[in-house]
């Protein structure tokens, strides 16, 4: 059996928008900051660490590049220096 808090936590979890569910997913880096050209951007290096990381993931839809759990395009999201994986994997 669920704890009262547990239960309260789903409860509120449920009540939450695809949209506000999305933006926490996102984290604090946004899509439009790749056009940005005074954003900071990751080395290369860093870049293809990230999306090798990526391409293990069973959360990755191979065709689009796409994550399933922040619905960014992931080969564009590892350029983002700030940018983190919703599932804390780099």
Known sequence: MLSSQRKQNRELEVKKTSWE?????????????????????????????????????????????QCKKCGCIMTGKVKLIHATCPLEKW
């Open 21 to 65: 569910r999305y933006k926490e997913n996102l984290g604090t880096t946004r899509p439009w900051d790749l056009l940005r050209p005074d954003a900071p951007k990751a080395s290369k290096e860093l870049e293809t660490k990230r999306l090798d990381i990526c391409k293990e993931c069973p959360e990755l839809i191979k065709l689009t590049k």
